[in-house]
């Protein structure tokens, strides 16, 4: 023990500097490891402060959220219980207004307090799925490339991650030719996969999936009772070309084992508000209720009114037909600005965000070049080319996108070299600006 | 299906909070069970969330920097430093602040990413009912060691309630992993004096993988700064590198309902719960945060005719906790006087619950129903007064040392308190 005849502050000093060195190295959870690396997403949102770039890398609109939205929180607030704790698992009137909504969309009566549960962002939502359903050693078959998210909580829930690819047949230059192998999702699936997750539309693809694909999907999954499917169907607003945004869980035999997750932050623009939500079956459902009563207690209560308000208001004005409208000129405005500069867009169906083709010669990080992030000594995964095409491109085009190989199975990671992800959901004059700096980055190196 | 089926059964088992607030609401009683304020959010807070949507830029409404939105982290750091027992501790807002949703998910994440399985947390009973939840949900093993009863003492918080030295010293072994310390305490409203710590601190320095986590979201309801300051355990010294010290907005600014919840401590700490926040929730709202980070400052400037908005507050709790000692007082619900926080632990041996009662159907009793979450149900639905059983705040094991006790919280209007007194004596008869 310390001498007591050194004063209670030098002691103290004394003792905290023996801690400190042997608290570098405190013991956590396990697989904590997986998660000390920066979060890509949040690493180059920081980049693009720094560097001053265009971000078009992590999807959130650069646009604000409509004049409905913002007058309805302000109007929540003035009812003083709106400020107060709310009903955990969802505040009674956004469940309520959920259910209004989406019943028809389902095909069903939903009862607003056992099927419908709310989170604190989409992202939450996973969390509290992957807590509640995944245990040590059980599977989780994501198709990919993925939101990393899943892999991420499926990780440090104990849980084994297989990837199941979506591959390019690459003969339209859309989403539409990425295409699941049903033959490979057969041999991929066994009585030991827990949950798969399927997203539509698909990020980063952007591939919105037909009825006859998610029905094949269905074939396959009912030959597995104890499976659950988790559709996130976070970018449900943003379906372009008339196409229709299919919901997995109305397919016949699927209401029972499906998880639909969504997001009022990517419909309503307002991603920094955290309001998520899932639909499902009770007995999938009220474990989510109870797991977010014990991790949050409950949602925030003046968003959770507001978006409530909201979902009458969109309905009401039309938003969401003027949402996808507005959402597919300016998918249009990025993918004609990035075929002009020379990276081949993969047109997306659906969602927030354009793949492109770097191959091209002056999108190659040149020889012996840096383009080390500050990450890039600890994870490989940094020193992949689209890594480092991704750091050239926000450090001296001054345009920050996403790097996909984040987003594959490590075994699965090359077709994401050439590849770069960017988000369209940003103001107009974002996007002229970003594809003006790239041809200007592109002259610069030829 | 083993997996889903034991934790999702255990995830879809109602709480005493889903038992009593539609109990409440149903019978007309005057709520003075959960503990969240009936007015608004002070003027100027409610402002700064409406100028937080409302920005002219969309910045505030997107994501936010995942640890913690930086003018919050900032604002903090700034208050922290400011608090002259802090002031020789080093604050960087960038590495020493976290925040989530709630105190409750700055808990939790606290929890998930620094325990591994079968880690032991010690919890001082009555302990809030989530810190149990959480620490098993983490795999974890919640422990447990009481607090003393002396009713034969001044009937104040910190007199009535003591610790057991040796109970405490023995409760610590080589798994525990954390302590959980809450000053201001809830239920009971004990605050941790000087001595106490210290003496924490002792066995804290004799367990080197020991860590101690402070809840102080009370920490500005105090009501005699000169015998019962607030203190914070990451203050003393050698226990920084320790400690991590949580508080939130939601009981301080009555914003219960917008989820900011922030926790300070030692780089190692912080950055370990934001590795896991980033893949939880990705960030708390940003726009609550925003808010709450202006909120800090207007609070520490003149408020009304105080020095602060924090001067204020405590003055105006310490008034609504005399109204309601004295209606409780009056029944014979004898009150403990809390030092701190806005709950009243009192003493119910004098007043009888009807048999009919303990039959009941409930959500989420333990069976058979223990005689104080009997005595709630029967405050709430007969007398019309909700009051919250101190029996979820124990172990299983220790559920009937809550048999005599009921809480009963203060941060109602004046015309809630005085209308709960008018019903306690119209039914259960002045003393």
């Given at each position: 023990m310390l001498s007591k005849s050194l004063t209670s502050a030098a002691r103290g000093t004394l003792l905290m500097s023996t801690l400190a060195r042997s608290l570098s190295t405190i013991q956590t959870a396990p697989r904590m490891d997986l998660v000390s690396g920066p979060n890509v997403f949040a690493s180059f949102s920081q980049q693009a402060t720094k560097h001053g770039a265009v971000n078009l890398g992590q999807g959130f609109p650069s646009f604000a959220p409509p004049d409905f939205l913002v007058e309805a929180a302000q109007e929540a607030m003035t009812t003083p219980l709106n400020n107060q704790y709310t009903r955990p698992g969802g505040n009674p009137q956004l469940v309520q207004a959920l259910a209004d909504y989406y019943s028809p969309k389902f095909g069903r009566n939903l009862d607003a307090m056992t099927e419908i549960a709310t989170s604190t962002g989409a992202q939450e939502g996973i969390w509290l799925i992957i807590m509640a359903l995944v245990g040590e050693g059980e599977e989780v078959v994501c198709v990919e490339p993925y939101f990393d998210a899943y892999v991420k909580a499926a990780h440090l829930g104990g849980g084994t991650i297989t990837g199941l690819p979506l591959r390019s047949t690459g003969s339209t230059g859309t989403s539409a030719d990425f295409e699941l192998d049903i033959p490979e999702l057969e041999k991929t699936l066994s009585d030991k996969s827990r949950v798969l997750i399927l997203n539509t539309p698909h990020n980063p693809t952007g591939k919105v999936f037909s009825r006859d694909e998610l029905q094949a999907v269905a074939d396959v999954v009912k030959k597995y009772p104890n499976l659950i499917v988790v559709a996130d169907e976070v970018y449900e607003a943003a379906v372009f070309e008339g196409l229709t945004h299919e919901r997995f869980a109305t397919l016949d035999g699927m209401w029972e084992r499906t998880i639909s997750v969504f997001s009022a932050g990517k419909t309503f623009s307002c991603t920094g508000w955290r309001c998520g939500y899932m639909i499902g079956p009770s007995n999938l459902i009220t474990p989510l209720q109870g797991a977010q009563g014990v991790i949050a207690f409950a949602g925030v209560t003046p968003i959770e009114v507001a978006v409530a308000s909201a979902f009458k208001k969109a309905e009401e004005t039309g938003y969401f037909e003027s949402y996808a409208k507005m959402m597919e000129e300016k998918r249009d405005l990025l993918v004609n600005g990035l075929r002009d500069v020379g990276l081949e867009p993969v047109v997306p169906q659906g969602g927030y965000f354009t793949l492109c083709d770097t191959?091209?010669?002056?999108?190659?990080?040149?020889?012996?070049?840096?383009?080390?992030?500050?990450?890039?000594?600890?994870?490989?995964?940094?020193?992949?080319?689209?890594?480092?095409?991704?750091?050239?491109?926000?450090?001296?085009?001054?345009?920050?996108?996403i790097p996909p190989s984040a987003s594959y199975s490590p075994h699965n990671r090359d077709p994401a070299d050439n590849l770069l992800r960017f988000a369209h959901c940003k103001e107009d004059s974002d996007l002229t600006e970003a594809v003006r700096r790239l041809k200007e980055f592109k002259a610069s190196r030829s | 299906m083993s997996s889903l089926s034991s934790l999702s059964s255990s995830l879809s088992k109602p709480t005493v909070w889903h038992e009593f607030s539609p109990l409440a609401s149903a019978s007309g009683a005057v709520n003075l069970g959960q503990g969240f304020p009936n007015w608004d959010p002070p003027g100027f807070v409610k402002q700064a969330l409406k100028d937080a949507v409302d920005v002219p830029g969309?910045?505030?409404?997107?994501?936010?920097?995942?640890?913690?939105?930086?003018?919050?982290?900032?604002?903090?750091?700034?208050?922290?430093?400011?608090?002259?027992?802090?002031?020789?501790?080093?604050?960087?807002?960038?590495?020493?602040?976290?925040?989530?949703?709630?105190?409750?998910?700055?808990?939790?994440?606290?929890?998930?990413?620094?325990?591994?399985?079968?880690?032991?947390?010690?919890?001082?009973?009555?302990?809030?009912?989530?810190?149990?939840?959480?620490?098993?949900?983490?795999?974890?093993?919640?422990?447990?060691?009481?607090?003393?009863?002396?009713?034969?003492?001044?009937?104040?918080?910190?007199?009535?309630?003591?610790?057991?030295?040796?109970?405490?010293?023995?409760?610590?072994?080589?798994?525990?992993?954390?302590?959980?310390?809450?000053?201001?305490?809830?239920?009971?409203?004990?605050?941790?004096?000087?001595?106490?710590?210290?003496?924490?601190?002792?066995?804290?320095?004799?367990?080197?993988?020991l860590l101690v986590f402070s809840d102080e979201v009370y920490e500005h309801m105090v009501y005699d700064d000169a015998s019962s300051p607030h203190i914070s355990f990451a203050t003393l010294p050698g226990m920084w590198d320790r400690t991590l010290t949580l508080s939130s907005a939601g009981k301080t600014f009555s914003t219960t309902g917008w989820k900011v919840g922030w926790g300070v401590g030692p780089e190692h700490i912080i950055k370990k719960m934001t590795d896991l926040q980033n893949w939880v929730c990705f960030s708390a709202p940003s726009v609550t945060q925003e808010a709450i980070a202006r909120s800090l400052v207007r609070a520490r400037q003149p408020y009304l005719e105080y020095s602060s908005f924090y001067a204020w507050l405590a003055d105006d709790y310490r008034r609504k906790r005399a109204i309601l000692t004295e209606h409780l007082a009056s029944v014979g619900l004898t009150p403990i006087s809390p030092q701190g926080g806005f709950f009243i632990c009192a003493d119910s041996s004098s007043i009888t619950c009807p048999d009919s009662v303990y039959h009941e159907p409930s959500l989420s009793a333990p069976q058979p129903m223990p005689r104080d979450w009997a005595l709630a149900r029967h405050l709430t639905q007969t007398v019309k007064v909700a009051a919250i059983p101190p029996s979820p705040f124990y172990s299983p094991a220790n559920v009937a040392e809550a048999s005599h006790y009921l809480r009963f919280a203060f941060c109602k209007t004046d015309e809630e308190l005085e209308e709960a007194g008018r019903r306690l004596r119209e039914h259960l008869g002045a003393r």
């Open positions: 191959s091209a010669s002056w999108c190659d990080p040149p020889a012996g070049s840096g383009y080390s992030s500050p990450e890039h000594e600890t994870d490989p995964l940094w020193g992949r080319r689209d890594f480092r095409v991704a750091q050239m491109f926000t450090e001296d085009a001054k345009v920050t996108g | 969309p910045a505030v409404n997107q994501y936010c920097r995942s640890q913690c939105h930086l003018p919050l982290a900032t604002a903090l750091a700034d208050e922290y430093k400011a608090r002259p027992s802090w002031s020789h501790l080093p604050i960087d807002p960038l590495t020493n602040i976290v925040s989530s949703v709630g105190c409750t998910q700055v808990m939790y994440c606290a929890f998930r990413s620094l325990l591994s399985p079968g880690d032991e947390v010690l919890l001082l009973e009555p302990a809030f009912d989530i810190y149990a939840s959480q620490v098993k949900l983490c795999g974890g093993e919640p422990r447990f060691c009481s607090l003393t009863t002396d009713l034969s003492a001044p009937l104040t918080s910190n007199d009535v309630f003591k610790f057991d030295w040796e109970k405490l010293e023995a409760a610590i072994t080589e798994k525990t992993r954390v302590l959980v310390l809450n000053t201001p305490h809830n239920p009971t409203g004990k605050m941790f004096s000087m001595p106490e710590l210290s003496r924490i601190a002792e066995m804290v320095e004799a367990h080197p993988n």
